[in-house]
């Protein structure tokens, strides 16, 4: 008997080619095991246990139609193959479409079945799918999904690899990157689910599930590889389904479920992959050979017994001596001016992925889908409408666009939810915040919306005062409100929040002295769990005992309040929302412990505008009956939607200097415009449209590989990556960032003009 | 728990006690619980661990352990009795803190937990170490054997009749499949009322726990 075992590799992320030699050796004495491996440097060729070695070139080098014929002669032969490659599983199910008996590897109807993430073939399975977004759809589609999973997701490439992507600039750089090493768009975004990681390995052949374990990490690397585990029998209610699974997919070969545990106790399914995994001699060593069960299955021969000698296995390091006819390979000469050695994939697998895309491009598309999406970001008609209403002949670009028809649809939206929310006890408002665009057109919008006047400074105060504000209309909030020093409004104003135990002194003594009225003064909470730098904390057990005799030290004659604002775009919808929770619990706290009630609650903000506009009521007004049941005694909240107002209310229009075309397709396009005009530029993705010279059609960007460039002699300066501009667009054409009314716009500096 | 009264329980028990947890000893104690001023410096002190443990949830699950304790509060000798604004302000608590902090978290987050009592094997020499440590400590070894050591922490009901056992002390689960040896959970005791659990008792892994009894395991 000659089985070849390939997937040798023993580094940080192993394969099982070892382990599954290991097994045989154990259930086969009297096989010759044959180690399949594509470079010389992968260590597991010399482990003892190996009869022979077929070492073949790197896949980058290897003619794959020789090396086929050279597999089918060695399976003609009686030769078994046992894959411990996904890809290599793969080419084979590519190679041998209608099988071969002594391949022990799934076809190619079943991997097209298990094709991640959806994995469809699991669906009796009792797992969930943790959700997952394909990055062929709009970076503004991406960007919602990244805020709605609150940024704890994960890019995945198709095959390996997966990084954690916890914001805009992190996800565009992990993007590029595992696009150019799987030279594939086809990734995808996945929720990340917390809990603890278990599989299920599989054995079958032909459709008949031979056996199955399952296995808990219970130690992992730093790349959350298992280093040790347990391992126990599949339960009744997994095992009958997968049972069935295994039938319909007909498998033939290993397999394994990988799997989350969360603290509920639901398992989520990440992937199913088409091989034993790593730890596969660990479930052997607990008495469940299976790659022998396998090898059984498939030519009737009695295996060994396998004796139990553990429930638990664990990882050692250990140095074995190099077969003497493959001496090692010296290390690659490191990249001048680079650090370390380059030595990813030493077989070249992505290698292998390139040739297998050429060569069968729909290999991984499990059911060609007529709904894939196009790339392209959806324009709302208003936008449309207000660019459509300039004359762009007139327009010295760069410059932004006031977009009229949006803007006041904005505030009106936000001002009748307000009103749907406010009850006789509690009257729901919003508070304008003057920092996100002080741009007078806005404040009035928001004057005449009903809104409140945030501001965090006196300049922004004495802004909202001279377009038409009264001072009672005006919060102060922040650590900067007492500047510029002989600017605080005259009367009294709304609200005033302290930022700080020592500002809370500033503004008692303020008060005393009458150099402020306000009608309700309260505090700032800092954030405890995320970091802030505003607020006053609540980290400590002392630092909340200061806070509670702080209060206790404002005057009575004031009303009091509290305040808490936290970006929800960069900490995630479903994030703010406990945030908003937990700080209602902080509140209670705080009126029962100093005996203020708070009848003032002022909450924001950053909100990124889909979440604030596209939601219906029901979240904001569970949130107003929260507030009354566990703060009976609050009268007014304060909500302030931050740039949700402002950002949609400007675009950017800048146009094309020059086209310069380079290797592979690669465009760069420098622009009139930069990141002097767009800072945000890095945090979140802008819808972009161009405006045909010829037509004057608004066509979107969609995702390609052009870069603009922006016009500053600044290596930064790049306006926006891997975007497609529309055939025949040439220099002079005109650009529109969306989305460039919020901090784009009031932060926005005078660079590089003379 | 207050080390005069422990002490009592170990005359009376080494007597009286028969077929107690590995160690007669500890077959009536009591779990610990932290003592209350009576005045706004306890109130505080409570307060704070309820809304904090909400916060660094992060909207993660309600049965998730309450990690974020082991990470503030190193495991270590206290001296009893503890009042709540004393053990806040530690930065070492014991097992009996711990899980009389995670206790208060678990019960402010709305999920049914109970308080659980643990006797673990550990070898002569770890034994001896922590000796060391909570003599120069000044607090009590009550909690050592020769080979076998007690240990608080808490049981939290994951639904149906199931527990989840936690030991804050370590940040962890603990593992329901125990085969003995070093670390190994020996015999394990839940306080609940008689009505929170069903007629077979808890159900944790493959052990069936009645209420108020030391359950042995394996």
Sequence with gaps: MKIFVSGLYCGGNPQPGVGIIRSLGQGYPDATLVGVEYSNRISGIHWEGIDDLWIQRPWDELDLDSHGEQVKEALDAGGMWISGSDLEAMWLADLFPDGHPNLLAPPMGALKRITKPAVEAARELPVKIPTYISTENS?????????????????????????????????????????????????????????????????????????????????????????????????????????????????????????????????????????????????????????????????????????????????????????????????????????????????????????????????????PDPDAPDGLPRIPDSFVADIDSYDFAEVQTPQFLFMDSTAAGLFKRASDRAHRLSTNEVQVVSGYSIKTNPDERLIKLALDNGFLAECISLAEAQKAIEVGFRADQVILNGPGKWWPEGMMPKGRIHALFCDSIADLNRTVAALEAGEVSSRHVGIRLRTPNIVSRFGIPLDSPETFRKLVDAVKRLPTDTKFGIHFHMASDRVGVAQWWHLFESMLKWCRSIQALTGRTI???????????????????????????????????????VSEPGKAMAQPSMALAMRILEIQEHEEDYVEAVVDASIAELPMYFFYPHRMLRKCGKTGELTPLGRGKTHLMGRLCMEHDVVAANVQLPEGTRAGDLLIFCDAGGYDRSMSYVFGRG | MYLAAAEQRLDLLEKETDGAPCSARWEEFPFSVLSHHGEACCDIAREWVKAMDYAQLNGGDLLSGPRWLRQRYEWGPSVWPLHWCEAVNEKVIDCGAHAALAHEAFEARGVTAFRAQFVQSYSPEAIGQWRTKWVEGEASDHWLDDEFIYHEGNALLAGGDEVKLWDGSAGCWVNPRQSGGYGSLMAVRIFADEAQASAGGFRWGLHRIAPNHWHHIG
């Excluded at chain 1, 609650?601 to 604030?612: A, E, K, N, R, S």
């Design chain 1, 599 to 637: 009848a003032i609650l002022d909450m924001g903000g950053g909100w990124f505008p889909d979440d604030w506009h596209a939601d219906d009521d029901s979240k904001f007004a569970h949130a107003v009956e929260t507030v009354k049941a566990m703060l009976p005694e609050v009268r007014q909240i």
């Design chain 1, 139 to 367: 970076d503004w589609e991406l960007h919602a999904f990244c805020r709605a999973q609150n940024w704890r997701v994960w890019l995945k490439g198709p095959y390996y690899d997966a990084a954690r992507t916890p914001s805009w600039d992190s996800f565009e750089a992990a993007r590029a990157a595992l696009t150019k090493v799987w030279s594939t768009q086809r990734l995808f975004l996945q929720g990340h689910v917390s809990g603890y990681e278990e599989s299920v390995m599989l054995s079958a052949y032909k459709g008949e599930l031979l056996g199955a374990v399952s296995m808990r990490k219970r130690d992992i690397t730093p790349e959350g590889k298992t280093w040790a585990g347990d391992i126990s029998e599949v339960p009744n209610e997994f095992m009958i389904p997968l049972r069935r699974m295994v039938k319909e997919l007909n498998w033939t070969g290993g397999g394994e479920l990988e799997m989350v545990r969360d603290a509920g106790g639901q398992l989520w399914l990440l992937e199913m992959n088409p091989r034993f995994p790593a730890w596969v001699h660990g479930a052997t060593i607990a008495g469940h050979n299976l790659p022998a069960l396998l090898v059984q299955g498939a030519t009737g021969t009695k295996s060994k017994p396998a004796p139990a000698l553990s429930e638990e296995f664990t990882r050692v390091v250990l140095e074995v001596p190099v077969r003497d006819e493959y001496p090692l390979p010296p290390l690659p000469e490191p990249y001048a001016g680079a650090i370390g050695h380059s030595m990813k994939h030493p077989s070249g697998l992505t290698s292998l992925a390139k040739k297998l895309h050429k060569t069968n491009p729909e290999m991984l598309e499990a059911v």
